[in-house]
DNA sequence: CCACGTCATGTCAACCACTGTCATGAGCGT
DNA sequence: ACGCTCATGACAGTGGTTGACATGACGTGG
């Protein structure tokens, strides 16, 4: 046991989402969530970039099992193919609960500065993808293509997944969104 | 003739660039650019929401061109094809001169906070290409997938057409990405 | 041709996100 | 016991951003 509460990192996540829900991103100062976290403005600082970080810390991990599942993948298999195994992958590690997922979309939703933030990280994921993609030898552009539109899919499966409220998982819409995706790039 | 010197827009944005490109987005502050522009700095937050926008402003007038276009496509023309046609209209809008396009693309590429702006504004392009799709009586996950891997589609061509120095048109770079296009989505 | 409203700008003050720097004191190996 | 490391605190400063109010040229109606 350290000289201070364990966890300070989690405190300030939790903190943070908290105050969110109550105030809105915008009314809530980084003094406050360090407040209630029982720790100091500069202290969020050392833990997360900026304030927006806080809601996004994490994201990381998924890159690296879409990079995984890529690096993976019998190297015979089309870039495409390999990109909708790794978006698989990734549904997998959502966490199941589907309320804590939704009171996070929440206030995501309600902030333009939140949902930039939120795209961006999803580019870097599809950055990384694309690396990946491009280690087996896909052509740089192609590996772009493949990976941008790969996100593409797993947002719009996202947001019908939130939508939902019975037990069809995010694997399976994100198998309906790709067939989507192969009906509208068919007819041009 | 008024009371001040006029287009104090066209100023700030014009010392903007300059600043940006000798000192760096970080290493210039708005009061800086307000000073070589003749102006305060609370003018310049009157003109552009934050420091970044200096940089976007007019992007809205893309979206207009796609909406447009979307709009007067035949109404049987499938969805993807009208985002190909959008796209066209919307690289003819892209000024020619691509020295001033590559400085302007230099310091964004320099600085992750106006990458994050700049994926944002065509993130809204494609929520607009989307909405006016979903006017013609396109499904709504169907309209996202073809905005957002249009965008896909136009970001992969901008970057070839920055980086070559011939002739070669930016649409015509676009009907090769969304032959790429076509072929990715063509194997899975 | 004058009074008045409008509009772009200036002035001033404040808030808060973010950063640099130095201090503190518990745990830990030696 | 010593000194090192590491997470945190304390404090001050920078700069982006906003709100409130002032100013003075321009156009317009009377």
Request: aromatic share 8%; charged share 30%; hydrophobic share 45%.
């Amino acid at each position: 046991m350290g000289r201070w509460e364990p966890d300070a990192r989690g405190r300030l996540r939790a903190a943070a989402l908290e105050l969110f829900d109550e105030r809105g991103f915008d009314g809530t100062t980084v003094a406050e969530i360090a407040d209630r976290a029982g720790l100091t403005e500069r202290t969020f600082f050392r833990h997360f970039a900026d304030k927006r970080e806080v809601l996004f810390a994490g994201a990381e991990a998924l890159e690296g099992e879409m990079v995984r599942t890529i690096e993976e993948a019998p190297p015979s298999m089309p870039a495409m193919k390999a990109v909708a195994l790794g978006l698989r992958a990734i549904a997998e590690q959502i966490p199941n609960d589907r309320e804590y997922v939704r009171r996070r979309s929440a206030i995501i939703a309600a902030n333009p500065e939140l949902q930039e933030r939120e795209r961006n990280k999803l580019a870097a994921l599809a950055d990384a993808a694309a690396a990946a993609l491009r280690k087996r030898g896909v052509e740089k552009s192609v590996a772009y293509l493949a990976s941008e539109t790969g996100i593409a899919v797993f947002r719009a499966a996202f947001a019908r997944w939130l939508a939902e409220n019975d037990d069809r998982t995010l694997t399976g819409f994100i198998s309906q969104s790709l067939e989507e995706l192969r009906a509208v790039t068919a007819s041009f």
